[in-house]
């Protein structure tokens, strides 16, 4: 395989053959023997080369995914004790020039779509904080008119004193623009590529900005760069193969941890959900055991990042993974703005699976023998990061 010459992810994906042309992974991945996984069983966890990664994700690998569970549990027991963050998705703008064709909220969709103004996000917010949520995550369509770098650090400066953090899951901005949210107070930026294949991210990405890959894919430097803390990556699973888009993702977090080694990374790992007026057929559907082998192939990689889940996913499949690998989970989550304190009439995104209070997730993860974490950061931590804001 030939090595990449320079260190931008642009380059790294291509010399890999990992957002084009990866039939060579796929024979690879077909080629790994049971005795090359357990070989990599025997190794310390918490490592990660892109043909660990390939040998644990790969078919070979699946009769062994409780020996994988075992050691995930241990290393994530060691990394980040017997705690579980929580934290709340809000809502604030359902308008979106894209067309994305696996979304609810896709420009060519007839549906109600709703802006909230920043009292009516206040208004949501705080019954967010109301149970008990101190991390919070604001997420938005492409809607650059209403939702702008003014809009969002405004909001942001209103949020501070209620949360100790506030993340961002919106459309990608420039760097000047991230750095206005950092200061002020946004210290979180989550962004998925989606699918790291150029051919399927092109046939689902109709019409709109978010059809330029490039500037998608670069998008976490600029984040990181402006200082983010904690960076968010995922693909949105169903779109392209699983296991190949692990193995970009994987290149993506390596790449982004050497860079900008003081950031927090985490995966999330969201399932396409079944939503209003789009296909419910997809090509690459995966099912709760290639997710758990998902999961367990990146832990036994990155010891020190992060594993998000949402109520995407099923309550019994949550429960299940509290007790493995997984860090952060969101909970009685409203996909559309103003699903918290009002009766906006306003479609929801995608539909949840696990419809659980806070208070009753937060009693299952203490039912399981972890603490409930609902404030895992205060910028009086870290000095640095006060001072640099
Ligand atoms: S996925 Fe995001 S960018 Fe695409 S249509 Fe939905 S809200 Fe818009």
Not at 186 to 193: A, E, F, N, P, R
Not at 201 to 215: S, T
Not at 219 to 227: E, L, T, V, Y
Not at 254 to 261: H, I, N, P, T
Request: hydrophobic share 40%; net charge neutral; glycine share 6%.
């Amino acid at each position: 395989m030939q090595q990449p010459s320079n260190l931008d992810i642009k380059s790294i994906l291509a010399a890999k053959n990992l957002d084009h042309h990866r039939k060579c992974w796929e024979q690879q991945l077909e080629g790994v023997r049971a005795e090359q996984v357990q070989q990599e069983l025997t190794r310390p966890p918490g490592r990660y080369s892109p043909q660990r990664l390939a040998a644990l994700l790969s078919p070979a690998a699946e009769p062994f995914l409780e020996t994988m569970a075992q050691q995930a549990r241990r290393l994530t027991m060691q990394r980040f004790g017997r705690t579980i963050q929580l934290y709340a998705p809000l809502y604030i703008s359902s308008y979106c020039v894209n067309r994305c064709r696996y979304c609810g909220y896709n420009c060519t969709t007839d549906i109600a779509r709703t802006r909230l103004t920043i009292d009516q996000a206040l208004a949501d917010a705080d019954v967010i904080a109301s149970e008990g949520f101190r991390n919070i995550l604001l997420v938005s369509g492409e809607d650059v008119q209403f939702v702008t770098i003014s809009y969002l650090c405004e909001l942001a400066q209103k949020l501070q004193g209620k949360f100790a953090s506030i993340s961002i899951e919106i459309y990608p901005l420039n760097r000047d623009e991230y750095s206005r949210a950092f200061t002020a107070g946004i210290d979180g930026v989550t962004l998925y590529q989606e699918t790291y294949d150029r051919d399927a991210y092109a046939a689902y990405h109709l019409a709109g900005p978010k059809r330029d890959y490039d500037y998608r894919l670069s998008s976490p430097d600029r984040f990181a760069g402006a200082g983010m803390r904690r960076i968010g990556l995922g693909v949105l699973l169903g779109l392209a193969d699983w296991r190949l888009e692990t193995l970009a993702l994987a290149e993506h977090a390596a790449y982004l941890m050497k860079v900008y080694w003081r950031s927090q990374i985490d995966f999330s790992f969201p399932r396409i959900r079944p939503a209003t007026n789009v296909q419910d057929q997809w090509p690459h559907l995966v099912s709760d055991r290639n997710l758990l082998q998902m999961m367990l192939g990146l832990r036994l990689c990155f010891a020190d990042t992060g594993i998000v889940l949402s109520t995407r996913e099923h309550p019994e499949f949550r429960d299940h993974l509290v007790d493995i690998c997984v860090t952060r989970i969101s909970a009685g989550s409203k996909t559309n703005p103003g699903g918290y304190a009002s009766n906006i009439d306003a479609a929801k995104q995608f539909e949840i699976a696990d419809h659980r209070t806070p208070a009753e997730v937060a009693n299952m993860i203490r039912a399981h023998g972890y603490e409930a974490v609902w404030k895992d950061w205060d910028p009086a931590f870290s000095p640095l990061f006060s001072l640099e804001r």
